[in-house]
């Protein structure tokens, strides 16, 4: 039996003294019965937006969808409940949400609104509310929808891909007539978004089992609409001579995601698109029948800045993204000079060197190649050793201020020639980035 913790129950008696009836409702009673961890509380009761707001001094309601968020507070942390009165569902015009909302009378009826029978549940403390077979879904391991799929995700076009990331975050398969529907539909997500579609696609991404969502947006339909770099990069064929490929180009980037050791999204999204260049520079001699892939990496820069562009990411997640895909494609050799390698550091920047890495092991991994090599360990080496150098004059242990203090100098152009200078000399290894030492440089420099 499911039991509350005692702040929930204290919160539902609230409703219960005045004489409404309330639920733990969707995600928080699947939580509960899976036994996992529930962060996001929700509830659904039969108090009007108005009613539940009297209820509590602290509350907030910005939204026509019935939804009040009370803030509460559990040993010092504050979390926020979600109360929304009974809805039932009227028509649909754009594909996302209802032209009005109407209230509903019975927690049945909201329930039916709902999108997958593994969310139309209900609990007040006491009594499951399962009209649709969710409790058996779960145990099932299966996604369904209520009702008629098509009806289901012609309301909401979301749904599709709310189903794909459901079933992936969850480790579940999708049922068969809600699969065939997301299919027929597939298209429709066209008309969702990039915003909407990104938060759906980064929870996949985050999850334990992302390559296999995005395997099932594959075979959806879904990857075609909302990633279709990634879906043409399937049957590209990279096995030749003299190359260490298993895969085609799609499979391997999957299952380069697959094996990425970082939890990051954006790592993780671009470990997925990294090769996503090899299908325009795919090239295949016909006497020797080795292909080639030339430049691929910056066919893919450009791309990945058309993806970042489309699902709406911020500024700093473009710049990694793109960053990430465009050097992916770096070599480890140990004739390479500390120069060279200083230069891929200043290319990817010193926050990312780890990410970069991360790429590169899903990228081995996913090629059917060991996770090293006594190269890869030797370069990550000289990476450590090359960054105890300045990378910039904003680097040096002493700035302008120091400049103009010792020498008596105002401000000027001058400053920053006599810090390139001494910057030069600590890159070239003639002096140490020492105060000490690069005082007294500069005044060699100045006299």
Same mark, same amino acid.
């Given at each position: 039996?499911?039991?509350?913790p005692? #702040?929930?129950?204290?919160?539902?008696?609230?409703?219960?003294?005045?004489?409404?009836k309330?639920?733990?409702?969707g @995600?928080?009673?699947?939580?509960?019965?899976?036994k996992h961890e529930?962060?996001?509380?929700d509830?659904?009761?039969?108090?009007r937006?108005?009613?539940?707001?009297?209820?509590?001094?602290h509350?907030?309601?910005?939204?026509? #969808? @019935?939804?009040?968020?009370?803030?509460i507070?559990?040993?010092?942390n504050?979390?926020v409940f979600e109360?929304?009165?009974?809805?039932?569902?009227?028509?649909?015009s754009?594909?996302?949400h209802?032209?009005e909302?109407?209230?509903?009378?019975?927690?049945?009826?909201d329930?039916?609104r709902?999108?997958?029978?593994?969310?139309?549940?209900?609990?007040?403390?006491?009594e499951?509310?399962?009209p649709?077979?969710g409790?058996?879904d779960?145990?099932?391991?299966?996604? /369904?929808?209520?009702?008629?799929?098509d009806?289901r995700f012609?309301?909401?076009a979301? /749904?599709?891909?709310?189903?794909?990331?459901?079933?992936t975050?969850?480790g579940?398969?999708?049922?068969?007539?809600t699969h065939?529907?997301?299919?027929?539909?597939?298209?429709?997500?066209?008309?969702?978004?990039?915003e909407?579609?990104?938060?759906?696609?980064?929870?996949?991404?985050?999850?334990?089992?992302?390559?296999?969502?995005?395997?099932l947006?594959?075979?959806?339909g879904?990857?075609?609409?909302?990633?279709?770099?990634?879906d043409?990069?399937?049957?590209?064929?990279?096995?030749?001579?003299? /190359?260490?490929?298993?895969?085609?180009?799609?499979?391997?980037?999957?299952?380069?995601?697959?094996?990425?050791?970082s939890?990051?999204?954006?790592?993780?999204?671009?470990?997925?698109?990294h090769d996503?260049g090899?299908?325009?520079t795919?090239?295949?001699?016909?006497?020797?029948?080795?292909?080639? #892939?030339y430049?691929?990496?910056v066919?893919?820069?450009?791309?990945?800045?058309?993806?970042?562009?489309?699902?709406?990411l911020?500024?700093?997640?473009?710049q990694?993204?793109?960053?990430?895909?465009?050097?992916?494609?770096?070599?480890?050799s140990?004739?390479?000079?500390d120069?060279?390698?200083?230069r #891929?550091?200043k290319?990817?920047?010193?926050?990312?060197?780890?990410?970069?890495?991360?790429l590169?092991t899903?990228? /081995?991994? @996913?090629?059917?190649?060991?996770?090293?090599s006594w190269?890869?360990?030797?370069?990550?080496?000289?990476?450590?050793?090359?960054?105890?150098?300045p990378?910039?004059v904003?680097?040096?242990?002493?700035? @302008?201020?120091?400049?103009?203090?010792?020498?008596?100098?105002?401000?000027g152009?001058?400053?920053?020639?006599?810090?390139?200078?001494?910057?030069?000399?600590?890159v070239?290894g003639?002096?140490?980035?020492?105060?000490?030492?690069?005082l007294?440089q500069?005044?060699?420099?100045?006299?």
């Amino acid at each position: 039996m499911m039991q509350l913790p005692s #702040f929930v129950t204290q919160f539902m008696d609230t409703f219960a003294k005045h004489g409404y009836k309330i639920y733990a409702v969707g @995600g928080t009673v699947r939580g509960l019965l899976m036994k996992h961890e529930v962060n996001d509380w929700d509830f659904t009761t039969s108090a009007r937006p108005e009613q539940i707001q009297k209820l509590f001094e602290h509350h907030f309601y910005n939204n026509q #969808f @019935g939804t009040v968020g009370v803030p509460i507070d559990v040993n010092g942390n504050e979390l926020v409940f979600e109360v929304t009165t009974f809805r039932k569902e009227g028509k649909y015009s754009n594909a996302r949400h209802p032209d009005e909302v109407q209230w509903a009378e019975t927690i049945e009826e909201d329930l039916s609104r709902r999108d997958f029978t593994i969310n139309a549940l209900a609990f007040d403390g006491k009594e499951l509310i399962d009209p649709f077979g969710g409790q058996d879904d779960i145990e099932k391991r299966v996604v /369904r929808a209520v009702g008629k799929p098509d009806e289901r995700f012609g309301e909401d076009a979301l /749904r599709l891909l709310r189903a794909v990331r459901q079933a992936t975050q969850l480790g579940f398969m999708i049922e068969e007539k809600t699969h065939a529907s997301i299919v027929a539909n597939a298209q429709n997500i066209s008309r969702i978004s990039g915003e909407r579609i990104r938060e759906e696609l980064f929870k996949i991404l985050a999850s334990p089992h992302a390559a296999d969502g995005i395997l099932l947006l594959k075979n959806t339909g879904l990857l075609h609409h909302i990633l279709p770099e990634v879906d043409n990069a399937f049957g590209v064929e990279q096995k030749s001579p003299h /190359r260490h490929h298993v895969f085609d180009v799609g499979t391997h980037l999957v299952e380069s995601l697959r094996h990425c050791p970082s939890s990051e999204v954006i790592t993780r999204f671009s470990t997925l698109i990294h090769d996503i260049g090899k299908v325009q520079t795919h090239r295949k001699d016909p006497k020797t029948h080795i292909i080639t #892939f030339y430049n691929h990496e910056v066919v893919g820069e450009k791309q990945a800045e058309k993806i970042a562009d489309r699902l709406r990411l911020s500024k700093d997640q473009k710049q990694k993204l793109v960053t990430l895909v465009r050097h992916h494609q770096f070599s480890v050799s140990e004739k390479q000079s500390d120069k060279a390698i200083r230069r #891929f550091v200043k290319n990817v920047g010193k926050e990312w060197i780890q990410d970069m890495l991360d790429l590169r092991t899903g990228d /081995r991994l @996913g090629s059917g190649a060991k996770e090293t090599s006594w190269r890869t360990e030797l370069f990550k080496k000289r990476l450590v050793e090359v960054q105890k150098k300045p990378f910039t004059v904003h680097d040096l242990t002493i700035t @302008g201020h120091d400049v103009m203090e010792e020498l008596s100098m105002k401000p000027g152009p001058q400053i920053g020639t006599i810090l390139e200078q001494l910057f030069e000399e600590v890159v070239e290894g003639r002096v140490k980035n020492e105060k000490k030492a690069l005082l007294e440089q500069m005044k060699m420099i100045s006299s």
